[in-house]
Each structure stands twice: as structure tokens, then as C-alpha cells.
């Protein structure tokens, strides 16, 4: 079983769509997480950190849930723009292990 | 342009060629990391360096696969004898250490690398 596991995807879903990703995350010691952005053939970047409490930037919204190891990033409104894979990271404490999921494509459609 | 930097951009080389890329990152950050990226996964992790220090490497670096950071500033990743299993895109990444929390990296655009 891998340590970090997504939804293998792909989504497909219309322009304006509500789409939800879930992770989930094997290690209790791990001790901060994120959401990255991979577009084709290119490098991963930074979308979100994700936070016990929950966080929202625009119209995406991360959660985790430590009691059962899981994770979410939740995006309204889809765009076009938004089509790319989503990758959750886990980084075990220190910050220098981190794991990444093997991503969950999203395909957005006019 | 402040962002990681990685050199070469692509890679061609034939199956028992040595190859080394080179990765310069964000000046102020003093970790460095190595990932590797095959299609259809995430990036798995190599190696990671704060500031001149070699502090962790995966199982995935082989003896055939040698990284160094020598003045704490710009890392090398060396690939020696190299295999077809070896092509995939080599990340480099860096990012501040925290003590006790993980800060997001900053990734180079990557070099792909293809044996042939």
C-alpha cells in the first residue's frame, strides 16, 4: 500500500462544476500537508497548505482530518484553467521527508 | 529569473553514458531535493540536501546515482552507466527548513532524461 493515496481519476466535468479530490495518508507522524498543481509536462507547483482548521483561497477549499488521515481539496466554479493534475503531498516531521501522491487529473470542459 | 533552475532542459543519451544535471536554487533556501517523475505518478524522492549536507537518500538512488551540494549553494546529480529504466524527468526543488513545519518547495522546470 502506498503511503499517500488519491483518487485515481480522471474527472471530467463541465465549466462551473463543484469537484472534490480526496487523499488519504498512511503515517501518523506526518506533519504538514499540501495540494500542488502539475500541468502537462511541467513542474509541480504550490496550489495550497492545508490546515486542521481548513483553509479557502478563491475557490478552493482544503481540509484535513488527522483522526482519519485524510485529506481534500474542493474546487467551485471550475474553469477551464483548472484542468491539470492534482497532487497531495504529505511531509513527515522536519519537513524534509515528503511523499507525494500519484495525482488525480482533472479535466475541465466548455 | 529567482526561481530554481535546472540544467539541462532535456537529456538524450545512449544506454552506459554518465549524465549529470545540474540544479541552482532559490538563493535564500538552504534545502535542496531531488525527485524523480515518471509518467503517470508523482514525483518519488531521491535525496535532500540542507545547505552542503547530504542528510537523507531513498533506496531509488543506486550506487550508479551520486548528487552533491558542495558549497551549499547549487547541487549536481550525477547518473553513472546510465539504463532505459533511468529516463524520466529529474526534479530538483527547494525550499527553507522549518523546524517543526513542512514549507511548501519551489520546483525547477525539470530534466528529462531518455536512454537510449
Partial sequence: ?110 | DTGVSQNPRHKITKRGQNVTFRCDPISEHNRLYWYRQTLGQGPEFLTYFQNEAQLEKSRLLSDRFSAERPKGSFSTLEIQRTEQGDSAMYLCASSLAGRFVGYGYTFGSGTRLTVV
Avoid at chain 1, 40 to 51: F, H
Fill in chain 1, 1 to 110: 500500500r502506498k503511503e499517500v493515496e488519491q483518487d485515481p481519476g480522471p474527472f471530467n466535468v463541465p465549466e462551473g462544476a463543484t469537484v472534490a479530490f480526496n487523499c488519504t495518508y498512511s503515517n501518523s507522524a506526518s506533519q504538514s500537508f499540501f495540494w500542488y498543481r502539475q500541468d502537462c509536462r511541467k513542474e509541480p507547483k504550490l496550489l495550497m497548505s492545508v490546515y486542521s482548521s481548513g483553509n479557502e483561497d478563491g475557490r478552493f477549499t482544503a481540509q484535513l482530518n488527522r483522526a482519519s488521515q485524510y485529506i481534500s481539496l474542493l474546487i467551485r466554479d471550475s474553469k477551464l484553467s483548472d484542468s491539470a493534475t492534482y497532487l497531495c503531498v504529505v511531509t513527515h516531521t522536519g519537513g524534509f521527508k515528503t511523499i507525494f501522491g500519484a495525482g488525480t487529473r482533472l479535466f475541465v470542459k466548455a
